[in-house]
């Protein structure tokens, strides 16, 4: 084998990409993988600085461990690189802030129904709460299927139940988990990302990672080099090349070539058909599709260095009762003709596990949803932000607490992850969204019409949260190269 030819190429190194390099590596193939940035986990890139290791772009890792995480881990042989330092904080909760119409904040902890009390819920609301969790804990795939066309809010709006179960149920497992207005996100979605966090007893155990989720998928792509492979960080690929209607190889923008009769790319799918190969090398319904396809919603917010400890759990969200937000509002707010004023916001922070920040020091996330534009204007999100955050938890704001804060916004993050390909899009969280039309069945399948050419990332196969549906789809897009089902 020549010195630039490879068995595969993989484009990219975020959880996706890492995941299906890792995985052919593994089994002893010479995979060549290539990324813009300078380590793996693309958006969810790990910086390390002042002592603090932190992702640019919130996380929640929903499923708890065991996850595919930790399979990719098991399957390679790394496990005993990985250190899981989550699990070793005990009693973590995530905390709902829920404000009422009465302009109350309560503190309610998912774990313990106790704590709802403050909310003067009867017992009749309460066993109606009871009564819809479990009917969709124990929904069968076909009732599921019957929810794939319906919305996450149309789907709860039609169930009998207190405002605060619905508002945190859709928000959290509609709009949270999918970045995606609940308006548009399937209530099948929102379902099956509710059981996923909840199933203790499959997922019993926190996780985040030593190193951060960044250091994780670093860690694992390590088996490239392993087994005879090659990494080119901080390198951009200009284009897949084709002949004679086949992936042959790519060629940078440095002018390098790399050959394999394998080209799989964690770009993005629009990024990869319109950018990468070029429309004209695709059927053109397929190309019309893929253009077609609604973008996700992206975070803002703030990114908070604080000197003392602010946070005692790694996760907090707060839920307005008129959260519920959808596509057409988020519209708005892009246009200026809105200011946010009712969303909700995630605050969190990893400061809390060992080895992630020096002692009683925090990095405190705090977000909220926005259109994907990185054009627009983020100074209304910002202010909103701050303001909830000054009313939540006022000993941030004392003199001297925060040492330094910087903006997560849109630009920031599109340049880890995915490029800007068409006008309006560039600052998606999860890239393509898992909206009706075009998830469950009608999902873009990892292989691509042209001979040799795969995707794997958010926009193909896999489900779930951000990251895990990323990692899923290196799975999924293994097991159909290979027939080794190992999921």
């Not at 065991?66 to 070793?88: C, H, I």
């Not at 839920?319 to 995630?346: A, H």
Request: proline share 5%.
């Amino acid at each position: 084998m020549k010195q630039n030819d490879y068995d595969a190429i993989v484009i990219g190194a975020g959880p996706g990409g890492a995941t299906i390099a890792s995985l052919l590596a593994n089994d002893g193939k010479r995979i060549l993988l290539i990324d813009k940035n300078a380590s793996a986990g693309g958006k969810m890139t790990t910086f390390h600085k002042d002592g603090h290791t932190y992702e640019m772009f919130p996380l929640n890792l929903i499923p708890y461990a065991p996850s595919l995480f930790e399979k990719l881990a098991e399957v390679t042989g790394k496990t005993d690189k990985v250190r899981n330092v989550a699990a070793e904080f005990k009693g973590d909760q995530v905390n709902i802030l829920y404000h009422d119409r009465n302009d109350k904040v309560h503190l309610l902890d998912s774990g313990n129904l106790s704590s709802f009390k403050s909310l003067k819920m009867g017992l009749g609301d309460m066993m109606r709460s009871v009564l819809a969790v479990g009917k969709m804990l124990l929904m069968s795939d076909k009732g599921l299927k019957k929810l794939e066309k319906i919305s996450a809010l149309d789907y709860m709006n039609s169930l009998k139940i207190p405002e605060v179960t619905k508002i945190f149920i859709t928000a959290a497992f509609g709009e949270g988990a999918f970045e995606m207005s609940s308006d548009m996100v399937p209530a099948s979605h929102m379902i099956r990302a509710f059981r996923l966090s909840i199933n203790k007893k499959k997922y019993p155990t926190p996780r985040y990672y030593q190193g951060g989720v960044g250091g994780f998928f670093m860690t694992m792509v390590e088996t490239v080099v392993e087994n005879g492979g090659s990494i080119l960080w901080k390198t951009r690929v200009k284009s897949i090349d084709i002949k004679d209607g086949k992936a042959i190889g790519v060629t940078t923008e440095k002018g390098e070539k790399f050959t394999a009769p394998l080209i799989i790319s964690n770009a993005g799918l629009r990024q990869t058909v319109f950018k990468l190969v070029g429309e004209k090398h695709f059927p053109k319904e397929y190309a019309k599709r893929i253009q077609g396809l609604h973008s996700n919603l992206a975070d803002v917010g703030w990114r908070y260095f604080t000197s003392q400890k602010v946070l005692d759990f790694s996760t907090y969200v707060y839920f307005p009762y008129n959260c519920l937000e959808p596509w057409s509002v988020f519209e708005e707010m892009k246009d200026g003709k809105r200011k946010p004023l009712s969303n909700y916001i995630y605050i969190g922070t990893k400061s809390v596990y060992p080895t992630i920040s020096p002692s009683d020091k925090q990095v405190i996330y705090a977000v909220m949803s926005c259109h994907p534009d990185p054009k627009q204007d983020l100074t209304p999100y910002l202010e909103y932000i701050e303001t909830k955050l000054k009313l939540l938890f006022p000993k941030l704001f004392t003199d001297g607490v925060i040492e330094r804060k910087e903006v997560m916004g849109l630009k920031e993050v599109s340049v880890l992850g995915v490029d800007a390909i068409f006008a309006g899009q560039g600052g998606e969280s999860y890239g393509i969204a898992n909206s009706i039309g075009q998830s469950d069945g009608d999902r873009p399948t990892c292989d691509l019409p042209i001979p040799g050419l795969y995707s794997v990332g958010n926009d193909t196969e896999g489900f779930g949260v951000g990251t895990h549906r990323a990692c899923e789809s290196g799975f999924l897009t293994y097991q159909k190269l290979t027939g080794n089902k190992i999921i």
